[in-house]
């Protein structure tokens, strides 16, 4: 698997800039690489396979794929932008990836930490270019060790299921690191924003709080391990079902998810990713129903419609197990001593 090699940084990247945290006398280096996603992205091959905008760009179909994909997004911006947008066309959406290297010993020698996607919102009627939220969807080589190798590695004989001693933390701490680095500030004027699919495992319900934007929120009492997984992460999460949408969305977010950002800035958030939702959970976000007042998300609806783009959903799987293991030989075994004192030493 090409995919996440180590290797040693050039000089010719379109943006490397580094970061030094220094909390346990040992110095990390974040390096930021950012690519535009449109119909003639080409994955770079540290992007994980399995990440939404890289699995559209695979195939004989790929840049029709893209192309829908995008248009996808922009008529989903202006159909919640409305205001001064008599044509529902004064937007358009423009998404950057934004991939984070590591270098744990400041050697040059790094490894594919993180890779979220940066929105930008074209505004054709006053010819302005606006900011939008860095996060989005979120990829990480790290999590598919946690959650395909670890998790099953340690469940594996067991009668009962359990989690790990520390499961996460690691990876957590990376991620916090990065968050309050130089690079991350430099290039960066707000916290992230990360949003996923609801959890098929839980019930969540709909309360009378609503953001004309957000739409309604929805509650749950019960935790999920991604929850969890999150929280090390130092992210929250609230759910809320924007108008015309039908089910829910997890965002998970550190500051103040109605007050920090601007409508255009969650509207550019909510526009993408329920375009990759309804490609890939069709099930849940292309359903033919809305969801109700107590509502159980489930990947075997069958009353659902499908997108003109398809995805083969047992070949991510199997990709995401390939990567987690890639992950284990590659940055986890060969640095275990040093990534486990820092982790252990690691503060805000």
């Known amino acids: 698997m090409k995919s996440g090699v180590l290797k040693k940084s050039g000089t010719n990247k379109k943006k490397a800039i580094e970061c030094l945290q220094d909390t346990t006398k040992n110095t990390i280096v974040f390096k930021i690489k950012s690519n535009y996603f449109n119909e ?3 994955p770079s091959s540290n992007t994980r396979a399995t990440t939404n905008f890289a699995n559209l760009a695979r195939g004989e179909n790929r840049q029709e794929n893209l192309r829908n994909t995008i248009q996808m997004i922009n008529n989903r911006f202006n159909s919640l932008a409305k205001w001064d947008n008599p044509n529902d066309d004064r937007y358009s959406v423009e998404l950057e990836i934004i ?23 074209n505004d054709h009627k006053t010819g302005k ?5 860095v996060g989005n969807n979120f990829s990480s ?28 933390e690691l ?27 609801v959890s098929s495992n839980k019930i969540y319900n709909r309360t009378g709080n609503h953001h004309p934007v957000l739409g309604f929120e929805y509650l ?13 992460m130092g992210l929250k999460v609230r ?60 990947l075997k609806n069958q009353d659902h419609s499908l997108t003109k783009i398809s995805y083969d959903r047992e070949e991510r799987t199997g990709l995401g197990i390939e990567q987690g293991k890639f992950a284990e030989q590659h940055f986890i075994t060969p640095n275990k001593n040093f990534l486990e004192q820092w982790s252990a030493n690691f503060t805000m």
């Open 40 to 42: 003639n992205y080409i």
């Open 99 to 121: 991939s984070v290297e590591i270098d744990i010993d400041g050697s040059g020698t790094t490894f594919p930490s993180i890779e979220v996607l940066k929105t930008h919102i």
């Open 129 to 133: 270019r606006i900011e939008g939220i």
């Open 141 to 168: 080589y790290v999590r598919d060790y946690d959650f395909s190798v670890l998790l099953s590695e340690h469940n594996k004989g067991k009668e009962n299921y359990s989690i790990p001693d520390n499961f996460g």
């Open 171 to 197: 990876h957590g701490n990376i991620f916090k690191c990065f968050v309050k680095s130089e690079a991350y500030k430099k290039n960066f004027t707000k916290a992230p924003v990360i949003c996923l699919s």
């Open 220 to 232: 749950s009492s019960k935790s999920s391990l991604t929850e969890e997984y999150f929280e090390k």
């Open 239 to 298: 759910y809320f079902i924007p108008p015309n949408s039908v089910a829910p969305f997890a965002f998970y977010f550190s500051g103040d998810l109605l007050a920090d950002y601007t409508n255009l800035e969650l509207i550019s958030t909510i526009s993408t990713m329920e375009t990759f939702q309804k490609i890939y959970r069709p099930e849940i976000y292309n359903a033919n129903a809305v969801a109700g007042q107590c509502y159980n998300p489930s």
